[in-house]
């Protein structure tokens, strides 16, 4: 689509324009990103993009998808809910 990830510098573009991402947004769109078509649960997610190794219960990722599907306007819709599992860039 219209987003490009750039991983030399860690940025990312929508529309040839850069996005002001923090960097867990960009942790977060880049590993949906080498995974996208692939269902990724929220424990996966906790694990490999914030770290977390005590994998409690946390709104953490719900926020952080809202913040990064606002970024990403109509891109965002591409990031699919799969209630009670995960998430899923959708191509």
Not at 24 to 47: C, D, G, Q, T
Not at 67 to 73: E, S
Request: with cysteine; net charge positive; proline share 1%.
């Amino acid at each position: 689509g219209n987003l490009e990830i750039c991983l030399d510098n860690y940025k990312a573009f929508k529309d040839g324009h850069e996005l002001k991402l923090t960097p867990i947004e960009y942790k977060l769109i880049h590993f949906l990103h080498e995974n996208k078509s692939r269902v990724l649960k929220r424990e996966e997610l906790l694990r490999e993009v914030w770290g977390y190794r005590d994998l409690m219960q946390t709104r953490t990722i719900d926020t952080y998808m809202k913040r990064l599907r606002a970024k990403l306007g109509e891109e965002g819709k591409k990031i699919e809910t799969l209630r009670g599992i995960g998430y899923r860039l959708k191509t």
